[in-house]
């Protein structure tokens, strides 16, 4: 039985894991997806789904620099970004049915995950479906789950 560690934290370390350094736009949870903020080579902010034209930027990793009492991290810390790896992540609040091992990686407009592909609907809140990712493990909404994702991959924005 695997244990979770925590969202944001790598679930299974290799040579070919993969993150970068950004700066904080705005408050991102440990494990949450983050698109490419002003300054597209040095920000990152929360995905909050407000945009078609966001672009995915990869998962924020659980670090030292962000407020370790609030598992997040706040504008100007230093956010350790994801984008080869395996992870801890938290299926969304949103998730209709959660995840199962297998399925294909979606972001919802609250930033945590969810199954892919996503249902299309008019709200003007976005969503963004990953290709190259899986979800190693599955759970309900809430749960922390594994998740391997493979960037630079396609990522296509969905108006949920």
Same mark, same amino acid.
């Given at each position: ?42 920000? &990152?902010? %929360?995905?909050?789904? @407000? /945009?078609?034209? =966001?672009?995915?930027?990869?998962? #924020?990793?659980?670090? *030292?620099? +962000? ?31 959660? &995840?199962? %091992?297998?399925?294909? @990686? /979606?972001?919802? =407009?609250?930033?945590?995950?969810? #199954?892919?592909?996503? *249902?299309? +609907? ?39």
């Amino acid at each position: 039985m695997l244990t979770p560690t925590g969202s944001g934290r790598i679930a299974e370390g290799n040579c070919g894991t993969s993150a970068g350094s950004m700066a904080a736009e705005n408050t991102i949870a440990f494990g949450q997806a983050v698109k490419y903020g002003t300054d597209k080579e040095k920000q &990152v902010k %929360a995905w909050d789904g @407000a /945009a078609s034209a =966001d672009k995915f930027a990869g998962i #924020a990793l659980h670090g *030292v620099t +962000g407020d370790l009492d609030n598992d997040q991290y706040v504008q100007g810390n230093a956010v350790p970004v994801l984008k080869k790896g395996t992870v801890w992540v938290k299926v969304s609040a949103n998730s209709a049915a959660g &995840v199962i %091992a297998g399925q294909t @990686a /979606a972001v919802r =407009d609250d930033g945590f995950f969810d #199954a892919g592909p996503l *249902v299309v +609907g008019t709200s003007g809140k976005y969503g963004v479906e990953i290709d190259g990712s899986e979800f190693l493990t599955g759970g309900e909404p809430g749960d922390l789950v594994k998740l391997s994702i493979n960037l630079p991959s396609k990522t296509s924005n969905v108006q949920l």
